[in-house]
């Protein structure tokens, strides 16, 4: 099935401290995937990608893990610093064209 | 590159009438674009695809009579609310594909029907 939004599901960190936030999705015929971060009032702001021929990527403080196996992702943020206190959605590429987003994790950093 | 923005950033409107939102990729052509709605606190819903030149594609559970999607150019989609109803007001946030990574997400447009 797709995945569906329900309520957040959140995750509070210290400042300074690294976060790993998790996703799980749905089709193991998806071969690309994307994180994004939403603040709150705004529209989603792509952060990382990823396709189904690796299993890690970084980027500047973040890295994510890919786990074909268990349908599972990880966004890892090093250093979270206030700023990125929002929602972060996984989303996949079922290769039907279309995004299909996972629930979202609020991130709360605390000063 | 790649910015999309949306108008207008919010609406409040009366239950019966009709709301047009727009949805314009400022700096490149976009073939196809896509609509989503998000209710507070969840995920976003994807409603429809919608690609210029052609109809759009709608996602299973969503009307295309009450949500009216128009892709007239490369750089235009507009989504019509019609007959709008206070469990329609929601989050409306239109994204474009690009070629880039990802998609890119218009800030959204908040409908308020009271």
């Known amino acids: 099935g797709e995945s569906v939004g329900l309520h957040l599901p959140t995750l509070s960190v210290q400042e300074g401290d690294n976060s790993i936030i998790n996703c799980a999705y749905s089709n193991s015929a998806s071969d690309y995937f994307i994180w994004y971060k939403q603040e709150s009032g705004k529209g989603p702001q792509f952060i990382i990608d990823?396709?189904?021929?690796?299993d890690k990527r970084q980027g500047q403080r973040v890295t994510v893990l890919l786990n074909k196996t268990v349908k599972h992702l990880s966004l890892q943020i090093a250093a979270t610093q206030p700023g990125d206190s929002a929602v972060y959605f996984c989303?996949?590429?079922?290769?039907?064209?279309?995004?299909?987003f996972g629930q979202g994790t609020e991130l709360s950093v605390k000063p | 590159g790649a910015v999309v923005s949306q108008h207008p950033s919010w609406v409040i409107c009366k239950s019966g009438t009709s709301v047009k939102i727009e949805c314009r990729s400022l700096?490149?052509?976009?073939?196809?674009m896509f609509w989503y709605r998000q209710f507070p606190k969840q995920s976003l819903m994807l409603m429809a695809t919608s690609n210029e030149g052609s109809k759009a594609t709608y996602e299973q559970g969503v009307e295309k009579d009450k949500f009216l999607i128009n892709h007239a150019s490369l750089t235009l989609s507009t989504l019509t609310v019609t007959s709008a109803h206070p469990e329609d007001s929601s989050f409306y946030i239109c994204s474009a594909r690009t070629g880039l990574p990802g998609d890119y997400f218009g800030p959204g447009t908040r409908l308020t029907v009271t």
């Open positions: 990823i396709r189904s021929n690796m």
């Open positions: 700096d490149f052509q976009a073939t196809t």
């Open positions: 989303a996949e590429d079922n290769q039907g064209g279309k995004l299909i």
